[in-house]
């Protein structure tokens, strides 16, 4: 498209869409169609800066994916709390949440994108030794994009080999980094002898990639918005001239047209009984632009995976979490791309425990009972016992996210009511029909499922379990071979 088209618009050159488009002619239109080929590193980072929408494409996902914070889990029979707590401090003292998102958009930007942790003191290629102490590392994570490590993600394309189509080093300066402290997060699978020019090799592929022309397009449409918009301002004053126009008539059709220009609500202007003062009929455009920008639209987030409903920030029908079809699958997006993600977290939290849990913080939190290393002498204390206790607490390590589909206090409340009901209703069939120990089973598992509810995550019945089983087998209530014995009137 020339940029004649946008001049007479009332956009020139220098102006916004102009310079986008003349960046989309240059890039994607050869010989007149449309080469995603061409979706170079430039075009990325300029239609991510200047495209009305090419910013939502790239961050929404990730911001709701990470919006929530993680439930973090560590198995440990008396220092969860606070093997969590430290753990929680020590990843938000290196902000890796806001880490994580940067690393997610350059992949999705660009296709491919590198995480590397430096360490103060040590060399960037070389891995570090196996006993440091990491409660001294001074660490600085830096995210790398395509550009940065370009030559990285050529991948292996040879047939024959057992890395075939994998990325084996990440290249900083034609220079390999320290595998243990590098990670690569790609966007998409890499293609056999299908080369990424945004992401300069055989690698994952930008967003963009699929919907390129279709952004283009979106251009005009905001265009043609902003040329609708001038338009509404238009005033046309109709004339009917009788005979060749004098010097005398054009002077005061001049004046009558400053008259109209500085017009204004409550001014009064005076004009002839056969002129006619109206403003421009666009009545037959809204229905043309509103049905191109839908279509374009929703064709944008078939391309890219997005749910239409995000991309174009529309209001859910019902309230978010109420069930229906479209926060559904709103939810198995977000779902997706945590799952895409779960590479990243699952490298730094690698370290995170390194650093949280190193040797020191683990025989001061033994100090107070023994509980970590099942000794209080400091001095019995090995590094082997270290890392026995270290690799223990990191096969315990999990987490998750709350739901996406968040639900309101009622729901919640309704469904435990439900549950509650059917656990009642097993316990109160089974309970009479069984010996004592398996009756002190069946109690426990009641106790546990009642914790278990939603609505009473706030009050938590603690019960010894031995005590419980004792308990019950002491004052066992039913027994098959004993008829039951009469009450006896008790004198007062």
């Known amino acids: 498209m020339s940029n004649d088209n946008f001049g007479n618009s009332g956009y020139n050159n220098s102006g916004l869409y ?9 890039d994607t239109d050869k010989a007149q169609f449309f080469d995603a080929n061409y979706l170079s590193y430039g075009l990325c980072k300029s239609i991510y800066m200047y495209h009305p929408l090419g910013k939502r494409i790239i961050d929404l996902p990730i911001d709701l994916s990470i919006g929530q914070e993680r439930i973090i889990s ?31 958009t350059m992949s999705r930007l660009c296709g491919i994108s590198a995480l590397f942790l430096k360490v103060d003191g040590y060399n960037d290629h070389e891995p570090l030794p196996v006993n440091t102490n990491w409660a001294d590392l001074k660490i600085t994570p830096i995210v790398y994009d395509a550009m940065n490590i370009a030559g990285s993600a050529s991948n292996n394309q040879d047939l ?37 020019t945004s992401a300069f090799g055989f690698t994952g592929r930008s967003v963009y990639q699929n919907c390129i022309h279709l952004l283009k397009a979106w251009l005009y449409v905001n265009n043609a918005d902003a040329m609708v918009a001038k338009k509404c301002g238009l005033i046309i004053a109709k004339e009917n ?56 639209l929703e064709d944008i987030a078939n391309a890219s995976d997005i749910p239409t409903i995000i991309l174009g920030q529309q209001r859910f029908t019902q309230g978010f979490g109420e069930g229906s079809e479209d926060t559904k699958h709103v939810g198995r997006f977000i779902e997706s791309i945590r799952e895409w993600e779960r590479g990243a977290y699952q490298f730094i939290d690698n370290f995170v425990m390194r650093m949280a849990w ?55 409340a309704d469904g435990d009511q439900k549950k509650l009901e059917m656990i009642v209703d097993v316990y109160d069939r089974v309970f009479p029909k069984v010996e004592a120990d398996m009756q002190a089973t069946l109690t426990n598992w009641l106790i546990d499922s009642v914790n278990n509810l939603r609505s009473l995550n706030k009050i938590k019945l603690n019960v010894d379990e031995d005590d419980l089983r004792q308990s019950i087998v002491d004052n066992y209530l039913y027994k098959e071979s004993e008829e039951p014995k009469e009450e006896k009137d008790v004198a007062i």
């Not at 001239?241 to 204004?264: D, H, M, Q």
């Open 241 to 296: 001239n009788v005979g060749t126009a004098t010097e005398l008539t054009s002077r005061s059709l001049g004046i009558k047209r400053e008259l109209l220009r500085a017009g204004s609500t409550n001014d009064v202007l005076s004009v002839g009984a056969s002129t006619t003062i109206e403003s421009l009929n666009l009545q037959n455009i809204d229905g043309s632009l509103d049905m191109a920008r839908n279509h374009i």
């Open 358 to 412: 190193n040797f020191d913080y683990l025989k001061a939190l033994n100090k107070e009972n023994g509980d970590i290393f099942k000794s209080k002498n400091d001095d019995e204390i090995t590094i082997e016992q270290y890392w026995q206790v270290f690799y223990s607490l990191k096969q315990s390590f999990s987490y998750s996210f709350p739901s996406f589909l968040t639900e309101s206090e009622s729901q919640i």
């Open 74 to 104: 560590v198995k440990h029979e008396t220092k969860s709390d606070e093997l969590i707590e430290q753990f929680i401090k020590v990843w938000n003292g290196y902000g890796f949440k806001n880490i994580i998102r940067r690393l997610a």
């Open 18 to 26: 102009s310079k986008l488009l003349d960046r989309f002619d240059e």
């Open 160 to 196: 024959m080999s057992e890395n075939f189509l994998k990325v084996e080093d990440v290249l900083r300066s034609g220079m390999a980094l320290a595998k243990d402290r590098s990670f690569i997060l790609s966007n998409g699978d890499p293609l056999y002898n299908e080369f990424s």
